[in-house]
T-cell receptor, first 113, second 115 residues
């Protein structure tokens, strides 16, 4: 039973570029949440997708956008990258309306030069 | 404002010693409560969770946590630490209205284990 998988593992970009990160949820899960974890900090909630719609959003600018596909996988897009966007981006999946916690992937390490 | 505070940024214990990691939260109502562990270069692994019922919850790897409503605390404990427990530990809270809603994390506590 595959858990949450994220790709790529590492990514290096320069300021002003855009990036797309991908996430496949754990088998049986239908909800995907994205978190940003800066070095030495706890994860910060970016947004959550369910039924292909953004359901909740944290305090992140519109440069951060996402998408969920019919197979429940998800993408996180970040435009006009800033140095401060350097972080570990974590994807978590869960089953809506269930009493089960979120399961996390190993993350994508994004470095901005 | 909703927040989670982990007062101890870094803790060092000897192998075999007991451990307690502190977590205090500020939330509008009693939330769902979680402890996650993160090894270097890895994602977050769930250690245990509190939804309702018995306020002392057991988790994986011999960890337990106690929910104290009066103190808004959810401290993590382990009676005897192993070298493999060295990692980053995060306390998190989530809304009871939907367990799939956003989680609010503390800053984390780094645990170092001395041989």
């Amino acid at each position: 039973d595959a858990g949450v998988t994220q790709s790529p593992t590492h990514l290096i970009k320069t300021r002003g570029q855009q990036v797309t990160l991908r996430c496949s949820p754990k088998s049986g899960h239908d909800t995907v949440s994205w978190y940003q974890q800066a070095l030495g900090q706890g994860p910060q909630f970016i947004f959550q997708y369910y039924e292909e719609e953004e359901r909740q959003r944290g305090n992140f600018p519109d440069r951060f956008s996402g998408h969920q596909f019919p197979n429940y996988s998800s993408e996180l897009n970040v435009n006009a990258l800033l140095l401060g966007d350097s972080a570990l981006y974590l994807c978590a999946s869960s089953l809506a309306l269930s009493n089960q916690p979120q399961h996390f992937g190993d993350g994508t390490r994004l470095s901005i030069l | 404002a909703q927040s989670v505070t982990q007062p101890d940024i870094h803790i060092t214990v000897s192998e075999g010693a007991s451990l307690e990691l502190r977590c205090n939260y500020s939330y509008g109502a009693t939330p769902y409560l979680f402890w996650y562990v993160q090894s270097p270069g890895q994602g977050l692994q769930l250690l245990l969770k509190y939804f309702s019922g018995d306020t002392l919850v057991q988790g994986i790897k011999g960890f337990e946590a106690e929910f104290k409503r009066s103190q808004s605390s959810f401290n993590l404990r382990k009676p005897s630490v192993h070298w493999s427990d060295a990692a980053e530990y995060f306390c998190a809270v989530g809304a009871r209205s939907s367990n799939t809603g956003k989680l609010i994390f503390g800053q984390g506590t780094t645990l170092q284990v001395k041989p």
